[in-house]
């Protein structure tokens, strides 16, 4: 989840900086990366541990002790690869 916002002039950086965000932005954001992944997590697949630990870190978000920190440690999804 990014926080971060920038404003541009062209291809110029005029201005940047961060927003708040809410636990309820936090958790729909947490809901859709879940819900994204869920097919991963089927009875007929098995799981990869990146993908495992992923999904756990997703369900743990909401244990930062604001919004905005969980934000700011949004666990990245790993690559398929």
């Known amino acids: 989840m990014d926080r971060q916002w920038k404003t541009y002039h062209g291809e110029e950086l005029i201005d940047s900086g961060s927003h ?3 636990w309820d932005e936090v958790r ?3 809901d859709q990366a879940l819900a994204d992944s869920d097919w991963r997590a089927g009875k007929d697949v098995t799981l990869s541990v990146p993908w495992r ?3 756990q870190a997703l369900r743990d978000i909401t244990e930062h002790p604001d ?3 969980a934000a ?3 666990p990245e999804a790993p690559s398929d690869e």
Request: proline residues 0%.
């Open 20 to 22: 708040d965000v809410t």
């Open 28 to 30: 729909r954001e947490r």
């Open 67 to 69: 919004a905005n920190t």
């Open 72 to 74: 700011d440690h949004w």
């Open 53 to 55: 630990d992923y999904r």
